[in-house]
């Protein structure tokens, strides 16, 4: 036989042989070390885009739905009977006889000193406005301070209420917890700071409201907080101690997201007998914006 055609046959079984052998090890190797794929992981809240809910059926907006439109932040105090996607819009409903309780969740969010939200808000046909309330999409700061509990450098929060004045106008206004707030409960900051300047809000009319916050540093009341709706500022004010932040402590940091729809003051004339319903859509939250506001 010819030597050269022994050599190649040789080099063939020789290459066939480890072609055999890797390939087993490599089987071996992923019997004992299998591959675990790496989670998705979902960025911060705000920072893939605005949150509609144009892909929904109509029916129950749920909190893993919400969990995953608001990028899998924790959430608590979500209530599925309360919440529908009624076409492509978020339909939230207020119920007979609720006062301070209703539709009240909180989201965790990464840590930040300046966040901006911005979301369109109505209300519904022959919504019955008695007192008002809260709603839409707001800030917990530090440990979260609301309800009439006392600030005292441990945070605070910035939220949008609706109220019906002395006179029966029917506004928009800040609703803000901060250290060194003149009374127990939530403030305006400035009495003037609030929408419409004339007339009143209407039923059936959709709303933009855009809120930005921003911490103070130390223990300082440079903060800051600033509104607009429907384009027109209503509030800017540089002068806002937020919480502590002396240390580490970061009482004037930015933790939660609060997405709050219920009526709530003290006294009947807040308190509603009919069943009722907000609305929401476009809601964008964005940390540390770099564009003008």
Known sequence: MNTNIIQKSFSYLFLGLFIVVLFACKKQNEIENPIIPTPEVNPP?????MITFNGYPNGVYSSAMAR?????TNISSWK????EIIDKMLRVKLMP?????GFYPQFD???????EVSFDVKFAKDFDWRAGGKLGVGFGIGDVIAGGDPTNGNGGSARIMWNQTSSGKIIFKPYLYYTGMPDQY??????????PQSGSLKDD???NIKMRVKSNTNFEANGSIEVKINGLEILNSKTINWGDNTGGKNKGWIKTLMFQTFRGGQGAEWESAVEDYIFYDNIQVTKDPLTPF
């Not at 809240?45 to 885009?49: D, F, I, P």
């Open 45 to 49: 809240v705000g920072e893939t885009g």
């Open 205 to 207: 009319t959709w709303y």
């Open 97 to 101: 006889g609720d006062v301070n309780q």
């Open 186 to 195: 939530g403030t305006n900051v400035v009495n003037s700071a609030f929408y």
């Open 68 to 72: 995953n439109d608001f990028y899998g």
């Open 80 to 83: 599925d009977n309360r919440a």
């Open 109 to 115: 969010i990464v840590d930040g000193t300046s966040y």
